[in-house]
């Protein structure tokens, strides 16, 4: 049963981090809400998979063209992509309207110095061409 759960859930990182709990951190948290941890949870997935995509250093950033294509290969950028699709109370929603910053700033990332990444992401150009 479990197999099959992780099985249908495997493309879909989120889906499958929300439903397993949350991601390995050092600090110990208090009790929170299933919503709370969720938006922490994705949050730290976010900034991880962000991270992957570019290196910074001294010199400035640089993108990270291996890591880049291994997440566009596990179609992280459609997860992502459809996270910005989620509707939301857009004047209400802090945390919510913080994940959709990281999520374009993944997305930018994603396709830092990385032309493959841009004419897969040029697809999908309207979703950051309409206001909201």
């Excluded at 709990?21 to 991880?48: C, F």
């Excluded at 290196?55 to 992509?81: C, D, F, I, T, Y």
């Amino acid at each position: 049963m479990q197999t099959e759960r992780k099985r249908t859930c495997f493309p879909n990182t989120l889906c499958c981090l929300l439903q397993e709990g949350s991601v390995a951190t050092d600090k110990p948290r208090k009790a929170e809400s299933s919503s709370s941890r969720n938006y922490r949870v994705i949050k730290e997935v976010l900034l991880r998979l962000s991270r992957l995509c570019i290196q910074e250093g001294l010199s400035g950033r640089k993108s990270r063209k291996q890591q880049q294509r291994l997440l566009r290969n596990m179609g992280a950028h459609a997860v992502v992509l459809e996270l910005l699709q989620i509707p939301y109370e857009k004047g209400e929603d802090v945390r919510m309207q913080d994940n959709m910053k990281l999520a374009h700033q993944f997305l930018q990332n994603f396709c830092a110095g990385n032309q493959q990444n841009q004419v897969l992401l040029h697809k999908h150009i309207n979703l950051f061409l309409t206001p909201g």
